[in-house]
């Protein structure tokens, strides 16, 4: 069965600190990996798309990893800042370009507080 | 990436009513979609709309239940229908870009 399964389901964090957000997922075929940031009552927003061949991806203090033999990610959030509060959503695509096939988790809350 | 202008927000409604959401792209898109993001789950797409032809629809979503037109390129509506408390949800719409998901804003769905 096609799953994303993220780690952990929520994290509190002080501001400044770093933390590493994970994503498994057996997905198959599989085409990219995407990670979303999601604030409180909005729609996600891109951070990242990566693709098999690619083992990381940076935007800004975001940075995440992909290791498609063991069908893992992270996303690495570098010097927090109150406005990273967010849910952080993983999201797997089995075929390229067909919105169908994309498998998302179910996030991982962060707060990251003062 | 596109911008999609997503609208009501938030809305409080009876059930047994409906409610039409629409989602306005500032660029012509083939395909728009409809999710629904229920509290503490992940996305789950409702249906894809295409221009000129009929929606399709996802395991468990039914036309009846949820009409989507598309009447040109840069435009779509959602319409809960026959609303009960089960269907207070987030509905998003989406469209693809250069294979960029760029979401509207969403609305916050209460059915009372």
């Known amino acids: 069965k096609n799953q994303v399964e993220q780690s952990p389901q929520s994290l509190i964090i002080l501001e400044g600190k770093n933390c590493t957000l994970q994503c498994n997922y057996t997905v198959s075929p599989f085409s990219n990996l995407r990670w979303y940031k999601q604030d409180t009552g909005r729609g996600p927003v891109s951070l990242t798309i990566?693709?098999?061949s690619e083992n990381t991806k940076s935007n800004g203090r975001y940075t995440a990893t992909l290791d498609a033999d063991t069908k893992q990610s992270s996303l690495h959030i570098t010097a927090s800042q109150l406005s990273d509060s967010a849910s952080y959503i993983c999201?797997?695509?089995?075929?390229?370009?067909?919105?169908?096939?994309?498998?998302w988790g179910l996030g991982t809350s962060l707060a990251v507080n003062p | 990436s596109a911008v999609i202008s997503q609208k009501p927000s938030r809305d409080i409604c009876q059930r047994g009513t409906s409610l039409t959401i629409q989602c306005q792209v500032d660029s012509q898109v083939t395909m728009m979609f409809w999710y629904r993001q229920q509290p503490g789950q992940s996305l789950t797409l409702i249906a894809t709309a295409n221009q000129g032809s009929e929606a399709t629809y996802e395991s468990g979503f039914v036309i009846d239940k949820f009409p989507i037109s598309r009447p040109n390129l840069t435009f779509s509506t959602l319409t809960v229908s026959n609303m009960s408390p089960e269907d207070s949800s987030i509905y998003l719409c989406?469209?693809?870009?250069?294979?960029?998901?760029?979401f509207g804003s969403g609305t916050r769905l209460t059915v009372v």
């Open positions: 989406s469209v693809d870009t250069v294979g960029v998901y760029t």
């Open positions: 999201v797997v695509s089995g075929q390229a370009g067909n919105n169908r096939k994309l498998i």
């Open positions: 990566m693709t098999f």
